[in-house]
């Protein structure tokens, strides 16, 4: 149907019309030439320039009289070299060198704004006629052996093509060097318009638009038609000119002679192109631009080439479209990931790792960020615009997220003509991208703006949920920091009594050492003491239990205090182990356990009576022999099942025997070549370092360990050591 208000002839409106006199002006044999008033050529056709032996653009602009003279050697009353009623007139043809040949013409006023002519010439020589008809048909024939070659081999070339960058390479120069133009341009349709996906080579150092914007290019002129639009350039007018920058150009389809007016900034650099669309399933998935800068006429068997190629491509650009969908996901995948590792990673999150995050998104996302600082008292935000001061956000932020908000985080799309995004445009800054609010964090509310430039591609769902979950990261890693930050304090405090100085027993030397494995110094479940009893008895504890932080520390709390009191009760070592166990299975909500030493040494009969819980064997220098010997009656871990069994291993002691006891941390300490410490290492450095006395004994053997690991220990290391100085009974 045809618009309102447009004329109509019979089923024929205005626009079809003009669509059936340019396709005649293609189709005829005849050389057509319109005219104005003042013989001015307004428009000339293929067979025009063929004749004349000059492109339509040369012809276009100059006058008639310029191009004819008459054929008697005598002008009508006005000066034209033929008469104006339609009547046949014999001319001469003026031809670039000199040349001139007799033609026939008619000329006659046809209907349109102001005074136009329409003529129609033609050669008299027939023999000449027949020369450049044969000329032109050869030169058809030429041209189309020429597109149907490039056409077979873009369908050759990229048969189950993918390789993305292959595929839209190989496609665009085949196109080039087919239709033999300045270059070619491809766009792969988005969510809110169409991307530039590729562009041939010769198009390098021009400037060609990133993003179209659906409804605001020829998009909308090629979807509406169905099919090629051949499509020129119209100079801007002398007004424009004087205006300065042109931000609007005036661009003529040459099939039906309409002029669209389209923004500047969003046209090829071409003066004459034509624009392919690709369809798949109803819909404009891809826009392919092929063009000249000479403004060369363009043919429509050439559109028809182009509509046949983009039919056959539009499988295989989809299938590319696909792919390319998937790897961006994939890319931004793996970034989060990497990103939440470091997060995750890192003891705290300070200023410094956050900001090296979103150095990474703006990267990733070809934006620039702009920081927004919320005073919450004032409900007012002020943002750090890129190359600018701050200024005030005239906007309420809950309001402006509403709806967007999801697990503290909100993300908000800043489209094309949205409020913030004119916002921006009147503060000359980039006013596409997204808004990402975190919430509070670490006491502070946390909000960004993440800005591309006009024009540019908006963010896809794609990236705002990446966003989304890189935020929602962010806020879980300062949380599980700061939770991290409180556990080690309470554990700190929990256990600020159980690695204490020792009690002091008259005739032992006791030491003890504990070192962290990790940079942060969590505590961990290492545990040790030195109970002094009645009648020269003490009891030497040394534990590990299993896990780190608050409830490592809480169980390891617990179990010293029970054993404590467990010793003044006067139970033996197996039977303290055995109530601890009970004890363990009720107060642990988690499944930990813990391996310990508990020994009971009576100083009046120079024995040690021990239980060794699943923990690595003690060992005892003898002083007499300086042989090690290793106390090996080992029963199970304790707090791990109900019913275990524990036995008391006794043994006895002589005057200056040196007992070392210590955490699995000391022997499963690995070397850089994965090799383990182990009990032999240990021996021979105890029996190595006790040459050189046991003052500062526990401490040359932690540099050791410290030596054969490279300084990186993987668990807590516990150290304990009791010399027996005075054993036997005391005489009065």
């Known amino acids: 149907m045809a618009a309102a208000g447009s004329k109509r002839v019979g089923r024929i409106g205005e626009r ?82 000199g040349r001139g040949c007799p033609v026939m013409v008619r ?3 046809v209907s349109g704004p102001g005074e136009t002519y329409l003529l129609v010439m033609d050669e008299l020589d027939p023999e000449n006629r027949v020369e450049r008809e044969n000329t032109r048909l050869v030169d058809e024939l030429s041209q189309a052996n020429h597109r149907l070659a490039g056409t077979l081999r873009i369908v050759l070339g990229t048969l189950d093509s993918r390789d993305v960058g292959h595929l839209f390479g190989r496609v665009l120069e085949e196109l080039r060097d087919t239709m033999e133009a300045e270059g070619a341009i491809i766009y792969l349709a988005e969510q809110d318009g169409f991307r530039l996906r590729g562009i041939t080579d010769s198009l390098a150092d021009k400037r060609v638009p990133q993003f179209m914007a659906y409804g605001e290019t020829v998009e909308t002129l090629a979807t509406r038609v169905g099919h090629t639009l051949r499509l020129r350039l119209a100079p801007p007018t002398t007004k424009e000119l004087r205006g300065g920058h042109v931000t609007r150009r005036e661009v003529i389809d040459d099939e039906t002679h309409e002029v669209h007016r389209i923004s500047a900034n969003l046209l090829p650099p071409f003066r004459g192109f034509l624009c392919v669309p690709v369809w798949f399933g109803g819909h404009v998935i891809a826009i392919i631009e092929v063009g000249w800068s000479d403004g060369r006429a363009m043919h429509k068997e050439d559109g028809r080439l182009l509509d046949a190629v983009a039919q ?109 995004s004119c916002w921006l445009a009147r503060q000359d800054a980039p006013c596409l991208g997204a808004l990402l609010d975190m919430g509070r964090i670490s006491g502070t509310r946390r909000c960004v703006l993440l800005l591309r430039e006009s024009g540019s591609e908006p963010f896809e769902d794609v990236d705002l949920d ?6 929602d990261d962010i806020r879980q890693a300062v949380a599980g920091a700061e939770a991290r930050t409180q556990d080690t304090r309470i554990s700190q405090a929990l256990q600020s009594g159980m690695r204490n100085e020792l009690q002091k027993v008259d005739g032992v030397m006791a030491r003890a050492l504990y070192s962290s494995a990790t940079a942060a110094a969590f505590v961990g479940g290492d545990f040790y003491d030195l109970i002094r009893l009645p009648d020269r008895r003490a009891c030497v504890i040394l534990g590990d239990v299993s896990g780190k932080g608050v409830e490592a520390a809480s169980v390891s709390a617990a179990v010293k205090t029970a054993l404590g009191a467990y010793a003044w009760e006067g139970l033996p070592p197996a039977h303290m182990v055995r109530s601890l166990n009970d004890f363990l299975l009720g107060f642990s909500r988690l499944e930990t356990f813990a391996t310990l030493f508990v020994g009971l040494v009576d100083l009046e009969a120079a024995t040690l009576t021990y239980c060794s819980a699943g923990h690595p064997p003690a060992m005892l220098l003898r002083a007499s022999t300086h042989e090690l010997q290793t106390l090996d009656v080992q029963s199970g871990v304790v707090g791990a099942f109900r019913e275990m069994t524990y036995r008391d291993g006794v043994i006895s002691l002589e005057r200056g025997d040196l007992l070392l006891l210590y955490t699995d941390g000391v022997t ?3 070397g850089p070549k994965g090799d383990f410490f182990g009990e032999d290492g240990l021996s021979e450095a105890l029996m190595r370092e006790t040459q050189r006395g046991t003052d500062g004994l526990l401490d040359r053997l932690l540099q050791t360990l410290d030596t054969f690991t490279d ?20 005489s009065d």
Not at 714 to 730: I, Q, T
Request: glycine fraction near 8%; aromatic fraction near 4%; include cysteine.
């Open 107 to 109: 000329c006659d006023r």
């Open 711 to 730: 300084r990186h220990l993987d668990d807590d290391v516990a150290m304990m050591s009791l010399r027996f100085d005075e054993l036997g009974p005391v």
């Open 466 to 471: 990446f966003l989304h979950r890189v935020a």
């Open 668 to 670: 499963e300490a690995r």
């Open 312 to 420: 056959y491509l539009s499988v295989e650009l989809m299938a590319a479209f696909s792919q390319l969908r998937s790897r961006r996901a994939a890319r931004l995948d793996t970034l989060a990931g990497e990103l939440r590792e470091t997060f995750v990673g890192s003891a705290g999150l300070d200023e410094g790792a956050i900001t090296d995050a979103f150095d990474r998104l703006c990267e990733e996302l070809s934006a620039v960020l702009a920081v927004v600082r919320v005073n919450e008292a004032q409900r007012t935000a002020m943002v750090d615009l890129p190359g600018r001061d701050s200024v005030e956000l005239p906007f309420d932020l809950d309001a402006l997220e509403e709806g967007f908000s999801e697990d503290g985080v909100a993300v908000l799309a800043i489209s094309a003509g949205s409020d913030l």
């Open 16 to 97: 079809t019309v003009s669509g059936a006199l340019a396709a005649l002006l293609d189709l005829t044999c005849d050389c057509i030439l319109f005219l104005d008033g003042d013989g001015l050529i307004l428009l000339a056709n293929g067979e025009a320039a063929r004749l004349v032996g000059s492109p339509c653009k040369d012809i276009e602009g100059s006058v008639v009289s310029d191009l004819l003279e008459s054929g008697t050697g005598q002008d009508d009353a006005s000066g034209w070299p033929f008469s104006r009623d339609g009547l046949a007139s014999r001319c001469r043809l003026k031809r670039p060198g």
